[in-house]
T-cell receptor, first 110, second 111 residues
Framework: KNEVEQSPQNLTAQEGEFITINCSYSVGISALHWLQQHPGGGIVSLFMLSSGKKKHGRLIATINIQEKHSSLHITASHPRDSAVYICAVRLSGSARQLTFGSGTQLTVLP | GAGVSQTPSNKVTEKGKYVELRCDPISGHTALYWYRQSLGQGPEFLIYFQGTGAADDSGLPNDRFFAVRPEGSVSTLKIQRTERGDSAMYLC?????????FGPGTRLTVL
């Protein structure tokens, strides 16, 4: 079983829909990251969370430490939001590297 | 300012050959990470440098893989006797805090 699990693997939505991507983890963490990867490989960091909720534009990320669960929400989705969204955690302790989920492929149709 | 750069962007090689992949981190970033991403999967950790030294190399799959960062800036990932299973996107990231900044990756194809 992977330490970081994402769902769904693939998601297709119509423009304007509210989107939720989920991430569960089975290990102790010091932080959780949401990343966006566009075709060709480039990865951009969207959020880093250790508790609570963060909002940036149409993106909202929440984390529940007790339940070891995080969600990424996109409001008023747009075709340009189409990308792979990846959840990654930094394990508790001295580790600095990230452990990644397998990603969610989001396609927003016009 | 300049982000993380990686060269080459694509590398095609034959089984058994030696390859070097280069990463130029953001200036001043002391931490540098190498990850490998297979198609349809999330990246997997290979090695992490703090300055010139490898702080954690537990993700290197075997002794054919080696990485250096001699002056604490540019890093080179070296793969000896390449195998078809080494084909993947190799990603580099650098940080000076908690946020990692990723390069565009090198797509390695071993024929």
């Amino acid at each position: 079983k992977n330490e970081v699990e994402q769902s769904p693997q693939n998601l297709t939505a119509q423009e304007g829909e509210f989107i939720t991507i989920n991430c569960s983890y089975s290990v102790g963490i010091s932080a959780l990251h949401w990343l966006q990867q566009h075709p060709g490989g480039g990865i951009v960091s969207l959020f880093m969370l250790s508790s609570g909720k963060k909002k940036h534009g149409r993106l909202i990320a929440t984390i529940n430490i007790q339940e070891k669960h995080s969600s990424l929400h996109i409001t008023a989705s747009h075709p340009r939001d189409s990308a792979v969204y990846i959840c990654a955690v930094r394990l508790s302790g001295s580790a600095r590297q990230l452990t990644f989920g397998s990603g969610t492929q989001l396609t927003v149709l016009p | 300012g300049a982000g993380v750069s990686q060269t080459p962007s694509n590398k095609v090689t034959e089984k058994g050959k030696y390859v070097e992949l280069r990463c130029d981190p953001i200036s001043g970033h002391t931490a540098l990470y190498w990850y490998r991403q297979s198609l349809g999967q999330g990246p997997e950790f290979l090695i992490y440098f703090q300055g010139t030294g490898a702080a954690d190399d537990s993700g290197l799959p075997n002794d054919r893989f080696f990485a250096v960062r001699p002056e604490g800036s540019v890093s080179t990932l070296k793969i000896q006797r390449t195998e078809r299973g080494d084909s993947a996107m190799y990603l580099c990231a650098s940080s000076q805090g908690d946020t990692q900044y990723f390069g565009p990756g090198t797509r390695l194809t071993v024929l």
